[in-house]
């Protein structure tokens, strides 16, 4: 597996490099399908902000990513914690796996349909407006069930997700509520 070491705002000493390499290989014994994986130091450089150091692992398996971000005082703490996350993520991930091909031996498989991929960006026509926008993003959406989407969801460890429902051909959002429950934003086609 290819392991990408980048920095931002700062430099890394060589040793924690290689302990990064060294480590990220070590948690793939849980998981050992994963395509790459990046690590991330970054560090704010602002003195009021206690825990400037910021480590994330990011991985990529077949449809899902896989991440851990760590923050603390100095880089090493902060690798720390990012491979305990990431460890975690990993061993959650194939739990899930190892779940739903019980589950699926059990059930029939459900039909598929024949879609045409979408994409975003460019066919919108979308310019970027520094003062609206901050940050863009641009991905090609993922067909998954309610159920992928919600593992993604914590996989990612963000608070909402995007997918394409299989099951209806339209985007839908999966979103963490405040309560802690997962909620589910489904489209209609315009003419509704």
């Known amino acids: 597996m290819d392991i990408a070491i980048r920095v931002r705002n700062g430099d890394i000493h060589a040793k924690l490099k290689e302990e990064a390499i060294e480590r990220v290989n070590h948690a793939t014994r849980i998981f050992d399908k994963l395509v790459s994986a990046e690590v991330m130091f970054d560090e704010e450089n602002n003195p009021r902000i206690a825990k400037a150091a910021t480590v994330e692992i990011t991985s990529h398996a077949r449809r899902h990513v896989i991440r851990g971000v760590g923050q603390a005082e100095d880089h090493r703490s902060a690798l720390d914690i990012a491979i305990d996350k990431y460890e975690r ?7 899930r796996l190892v779940d739903a091909r019980r589950k699926a ?4 498989p ?38 992928e989407a919600a593992l993604q969801l914590d996989l ?4 909402f997700f995007l997918f394409l429902n299989p099951e209806n051909g339209r985007p839908s959002v999966m979103y963490r509520r405040g309560e802690g429950d997962l909620g589910l934003i489904e489209t209609l086609p315009e003419e509704a």
């Open 156 to 159: 990612l460890g963000h608070d």
């Open 105 to 108: 031996a059990d059930t029939t």
């Open 110 to 147: 459900p039909a598929t349909t024949d879609l045409p991929p979408l994409k975003l960006g460019g066919a919108l026509g979308l310019t970027p407006d520094e003062e609206l926008v901050s940050r863009r993003k641009v991905f090609v959406l993922n067909r998954m069930s309610e159920e």
């Open 89 to 95: 993520a990993l061993r959650k991930y194939k739990e």
